[in-house]
């Protein structure tokens, strides 16, 4: 699926569209472009290390065009802050890679983590017009990769603990389950200093669109579907986060009657 979806774009031909000056200082003002091109540069690391020390050819294969693919977003940034003028803070900062399996399950479950909300985001950013379409346009085949990646690593998880049999299939679903774990505790330790409900607010007031968390987590839930439905239904889907967001939108009402 991977190899046989791969989109050819090129970052250094894309035609970005001259933005009004107050657009321009918005897209310059958010605050995460530093920890972007940074994650997009551990990504491609990671998975190519992983590729590098792969056996199989196929399955080498693709984890490579992961890497490509995750350089190439990077790439798509630093086009995009050259061309309008944005700097970024500091210097970026290649993480140390000690163990490659393990940085890739990592970056897989971080990826399928940030990518459903992103989606979400994404999707407001477009219907609320926060940016011109035209820069929406350029964006969309990069979060149409990030679907494609999480399809990739979940069925890549499933099929490596099937065909390592035991005891080692269980050592790998350990492996899995930890590194699983770590990222959950990062984002509940950023989420506690968050109050959620009123984060969403904020940020749906910002695109100009009103909206709780419970009505973010269905668009991130709708989002996450209509981009994993184009591909084969024989390929598992990612589960952890859609039943999350499902659960927290069962309780929310009634955690509000609580306030």
């Not at 971080?110 to 940016?131: Q, V």
């Not at 346009?137 to 065909?163: C, D, K, M, S």
């Not at 990222?183 to 959620?196: H, N, P």
């Amino acid at each position: 699926m991977l190899l046989d979806t791969f989109d050819p774009y090129r970052p250094a031909v894309i035609d970005w569209p001259e933005l009004a000056q107050d657009v321009r200082a918005r897209l310059a003002g958010l605050p995460f472009w530093d920890v972007a091109v940074e994650t997009e540069e551990n990504a491609g690391r990671r998975m190519q290390a992983l590729a590098d020390a792969t056996a199989d050819r196929l399955i080498r294969r693709a984890l490579a065009l992961n890497a490509f693919e995750e350089r190439r977003h990077k790439e798509v940034l630093g086009h995009m802050m050259r061309f309008y003028g944005i700097r970024l803070n500091g210097e970026i900062r290649g993480q140390p890679l000690r163990d490659a399996l393990w940085a890739f399950l990592r970056t897989g479950y971080g990826e399928c983590f940030d990518s459903f909300f992103a989606f979400g985001l994404f999707e407001m950013a477009r219907r609320t017009g926060f940016f011109p379409p035209e820069l929406v346009g350029v964006f969309e085949p990069v979060i149409q990769e990030e679907a494609r990646h999480n399809l990739f690593f979940v069925n890549w998880v499933a099929y490596t603990r099937a065909t390592q049999g035991w005891p080692r299939g269980w050592g790998f679903a350990a492996r899995c389950l930890a590194a699983l774990a770590v990222q959950t505790a990062k984002r509940l330790s950023i989420a506690q200093s968050v109050d959620g409900d009123n984060f969403t607010r904020k940020g749906g007031a910002a695109l100009g669109i009103e909206i709780d968390a419970r009505g973010f987590l269905a668009l991130c839930l709708a989002e996450n579907e209509r981009r994993l439905a184009p591909y084969d239904p024989r390929l598992l889907r990612p589960r952890l986060m859609p039943a999350v967001a499902r659960l927290a939108m069962g309780l929310l009402p009634r955690a509000a009657a609580l306030r």
